[in-house]
């Protein structure tokens, strides 16, 4: 049988951006999704290629890669209002 949800424990980050250090797209795409999600009232992580190699092998060419409720949403740049849209979905 499932357990009930604990009240107490975060969800877990909707938003997911993979990138690396060092990366002016990186950092461009880190505030644009820092912004959002702030004004939503989510969260995000980061992930790095350099520390994971199965994100290199997939994601290198296309970095910073967003990720919204774990399926691919941009790559290279973050539209602001395209990450509301959405966030404004249900988690899937």
Do not use: N
């Not at 002016?24 to 989510?42: F, K, N, P, S």
């Amino acid at each position: 049988m499932p357990s009930a949800p604990d009240p107490d424990r975060a969800p877990d980050p909707r938003v997911t951006l993979i990138g690396k250090p060092g990366c002016h797209l990186c950092d461009d795409a880190r505030a644009v999704i820092t912004a959002v999600t702030a004004e939503l009232g989510e969260t995000f992580v980061e992930r790095s290629v350099l520390d994971e190699p199965d994100l290199m092998a997939r994601y290198a060419e296309e970095i910073p890669v967003t990720l919204v409720d774990g399926r691919q949403h941009d790559f290279w740049r973050v539209d602001a209002d395209r990450l509301r849209a959405a966030l404004g979905r249900p988690r899937a």
